[in-house]
């Protein structure tokens, strides 16, 4: 097999030679550009764009592009990145992953192809972990783009759409991952494309990709909100819907599907002191009448629910058990609460949803930058499509890192930690010291403040004032306690005096279940060939060493023949053994997000078409005819096909007749009789004609064929938004309960795929059967274009 790690290694060389190769094209201009004047340089910008739009390549052009950037950084910023800077300006351009060590300028690197992609016009997103630091890059780095005669925005939660539609609009948009996320939800909820606040996804480098791309992507974004409903509607419809006569309503036992009959329809109307029930305004009634008929004459009790301690419970038609915590979706758990009289339950609903991998991965190009991508190298190439390339360190480093120390107990092990804490503060050296959960913090600045050490501690909860406080941790006689992820993105500087004191000295009080977060606290020093010193302190009682490590460790002293209770091994076989405990649990988060992935590329295929299709709707200038006739006319085939299998004298004309009624026309317009010794063919062009007359009268009625789309498109979102937000739902219930079906040999995932495909399919069909009653019932009123 060879080693693989010597591999990546060699392909880096050959990467790094190769992009060497364009540094040196880009070193080529420095003389030449240092020598213009500022208006000259600047009118470079223009000059570049020009040369794009006659079929310039942006790969042409870089060599020149990022020599003028990097002149332009000297004059406005004082700061002219070094060549290992250009080298990882192009890894990103190149659409791959720049590490680049702590200290070693990730931010002026990404300048470089900021302003180069920057000049099509399309866009290009810098994105962040925290609000903080997008506020820091876009006015640190802002000065330069804008003196290059390049736009920047910058994107926070607190913007108004308008505000943030501007920054989209900009040249370079500087946003958080989470923000950029939720925007793109957003936009695909609107109802006029007006409103929308994105541009199509065109560049993004990702600060800390590591951070982003892989810690974040284990939990999806989710919109949800307050669900709709009101009690009271509920048990107005639960009443009227046990007032109701068997003629009344028309139960499809095969498709377990229920409506209301003409009859049924007038005593609604009645009722509700309505003159159309199917009106556009009434959406929402039907929506409860319809699971209230499902509750009250299709659910029954103890057999698909049973209710204990006042509460409705849903039983798993598979095994029969009573399924804890789960509801049935859709409003239809609230209306069985109400047909059973007990307390109904409000419920949030998801409204969108995304996850990180599978928003990231629609932009045309993505890159990322970070000190500690290697270790997770796989999964950036197999998911972002992504190669790992390590930029060379500007300086030689000059840190020195210890082998880990193994203590019994974590007793023992804090004690020594405070005791190593004591005698570096004592001679006056700087101190970082990481621990990976809050709580362990605490407890050691409780033990440093008994020991009288003036120190600073870090939980990663208030950005701006961590980066201040993570800024002076260089200082002399500085001790800062950080869980692992506090302060990111800002430089330790050593103070003066420093130097001499063996730099900053970095003590890990646990390793964390992950090596890159580990190499991260190890990277904060020795940045830029700083001296400094980094140790990990251990004990067998940690959680990493209890889940995966403490067994074959025994093992290893037992080998070394080490048994005294209070023993301090330090030992690179310890350290090895921990990382091969640390690559278990990598392998297993790996797994997790995998899958977190392939159930929600399922949703992806899903959500594109909803999307694609709500967007022809929302962007559509002139008519919505044919889109909507479409929809119409599918239904009539679904249900004319549906109910004419066989010979003649076994179709199912009596509901083929309750169909017509319920959502194409009025008694008066077509008797059951009108229906008889029809062919297949006949029958559909019978009905269809009735759509098309009604579409001309409503056309007629409304006279401005703006208020007629207006009317479509209305009809068609609504339906579409109620019934997606549902599906997403369902989908979420399915994929909680699918786990089930792995103990029955089935493959969960297939079977997701499949019921997956099955659920959209029927939701569509819903989607055009809810159009079709929605458009054909309504009545036009002269205010009905709102």
């Known amino acids: 097999m060879g080693n693989p790690i010597k591999k990546w290694v060699e392909s880096d060389k050959r990467e790094v030679k190769r992009m060497g190769k364009i540094a040196d094209r880009v070193e080529a201009y420095a003389d030449e550009y240092a020598q213009l004047s500022d208006e000259a340089l600047q009118a470079k910008t223009p000059e570049f764009r020009e040369r794009l739009t006659t079929g310039t390549k942006l790969d042409d052009l870089l060599p020149e592009a990022f020599a003028v950037a990097r002149e332009a950084a000297k004059r406005v910023l004082g700061l002219y990145p070094f060549r290992v800077q250009l080298i990882g ?22 300048a470089l192809p900021v302003y180069l992609n920057a000049l099509t016009g399309k866009g290009v997103h810098v994105v962040t972990v925290n609000e903080y630091l997008s506020s820091r890059d876009a006015s640190e780095m802002g000065r330069l783009y804008n003196w290059l005669g ?44 007006e409103q929308m606040v994105q541009r199509p996804l065109n560049f993004a480098i990702v600060d800390e990709v590591d951070s982003i791309l892989i810690d974040e992507a284990r939990t999806p974004l989710i919109i949800s909100g307050q669900a709709e409903q009101s009690t009271a509607l509920y048990l107005q419809a639960d009443r009227f819907v046990k007032s109701l006569v068997a003629d009344d309503y028309k139960i499809d036992w095969p498709t377990k599907s229920i409506g209301l009959t003409e009859s049924g329809i007038k005593k609604g109307e009645k009722t509700f002191h309505l003159k159309n029930l199917y009106d556009i305004d009434n959406t929402l009634l ?68 995304i996850t990180y991998q599978n928003f990231f991965r629609m932009y045309d190009k ?17 998911i972002y499509n992504m190669d790992v390339v390590t930029i ?26 405070v005791t190593d804490i004591k005698e570096r503060y004592t001679k006056g050296q700087p101190i970082l010291v990481g621990t990976v959960a809050v709580e362990t913090s605490e407890y050691l600045s409780q033990r440093l403040t008994e020991a009288n050490i003036t120190h600073a501690v870090l939980n990663a909860k208030n950005h701006a004032k961590e980066a201040e406080i993570i800024m002076q941790a260089g200082q002399k006689g500085a001790v800062t306690i950080a869980t692992n992820m506090a302060g990111r993105g800002t430089d330790i500087k050593l103070g003066p005096g420093v130097k001499e004191l063996g730099g900053l000295a970095v003590i890990g009080t646990e390793r964390h279940e992950s090596r890159r977060i580990d190499n991260q606290l190890r990277g904060r020093s020795g940045r830029q060939g700083d001296p400094g010193e980094t ?87 002139q008519s919505l005819q044919k889109i909507l006739l479409g929809m119409i006319k599918r239904t009539i085939k679904f249900q004319i096909d549906s109910r004419t299998n066989g010979d003649q004298a076994s179709w199912d004309l009596d509901g083929l007749y309750d169909f017509a009624l319920t959502t194409l026309v009025s008694p008066e317009q077509l008797k059951r009789s009108n229906l008889d010794g029809k062919s297949v063919d006949v029958l559909r062009q019978m009905l269809e004609d009735f759509v098309e007359t009604n579409y001309q009268q409503k056309k007629k009625q409304l006279q401005n064929p703006e208020q007629m789309l207006e009317f479509e498109k209305v009809v068609i979102l ?69």
């Not at 736009?151 to 923000?179: F, I």
């Not at 849903?314 to 009289?341: C, N, P, W, Y």
């Not at 023993?567 to 690179?572: E, G, L, M, R, T």
């Not at 310890?574 to 590329?601: F, P, W």
């Open 366 to 382: 993505l890159s990322g930058m970070t000190g500690t991508a290697k270790t997770e190298e796989e999964e950036f190439r197999e």
């Open 718 to 786: 609504r339906v579409v938004d109620e019934h997606w937000t549902n599906h997403i739902d369902e989908m979420d219930q399915l994929r909680q309960s699918i786990g089930l079906r792995g103990y029955g040999q089935l493959n969960p995932l297939v079977e997701y795929q499949e019921e997956g495909f099955r659920m959209f399919e029927q939701m569509i069909a819903d989607i055009e059967y809810d159009v079709t009653r929605l458009f054909m019932k309504a009545e036009i009123r002269q205010n009905a274009q709102r």
């Open 535 to 621: 140790i990990f302190y251990m004990s067998l009682e940690d959680d990493l060493m209890k889940r995966f490590g403490s067994e074959r460790i025994k093992r290893v002293l037992s080998v070394m023949k080490v048994d005294d209770k209070d023993a301090v091994i330090q030992s690179k076989m310890i350290s090895r053994q921990v990382e091969a405990a640390q690559k278990r649990v990598e392998g297993n988060n790996y797994d997790t997000r995998k899958n977190t992935l392939q159930y929600d590329d399922v949703m992806r295929e899903q959500r594109e078409v909803i999307y694609r299709e709500r967007m022809q709707v929302i962007t559509e200038e």
């Open 286 to 353: 039907n929506h409860h009448l319809d699971q209230a008929l499902r509750a009250n004459y299709i659910m029954e009790k103890d057999k698909d629910y049973v209710v204990a301690d006042k509460k409705v419970m849903i039983v798993d038609s598979f095994t029969g058990r009573v399924m804890e915590g789960r509801r049935f979706s859709d409003g239809l758990h609230q209306a069985i609460e109400a047909k059973e009289h007990v307390s109904i339950q409000d419920e949030t609903k998801t409204m969108a949803n």
């Open 392 to 417: 060379p360190t500007n300086k030689p480093i000059a840190r020195v890192d210890h082998p880990d120390v193994l203590y019994p107990t974590l007793q023992s092990k804090f004690d020594a930690v």
């Open 150 to 193: 390049l736009s920047v925005g910058l994107n926070l939660n607190s913007k108004t759409a308008e505000e943030k539609r501007e920054a989209y609009l900009c040249d370079v948009t500087y946003s958080t991952n989470s923000e950029l996320g939720f925007d793109y939800l957003r936009d695909n909820m609107v109802v006029y494309k």
């Open 89 to 110: 300006g192009v890894t990103l351009h190149e659409g791959n992953i720049a590490e680049m060590k702590t200290g070693e300028g990730k931010t002026l690197t990404a």
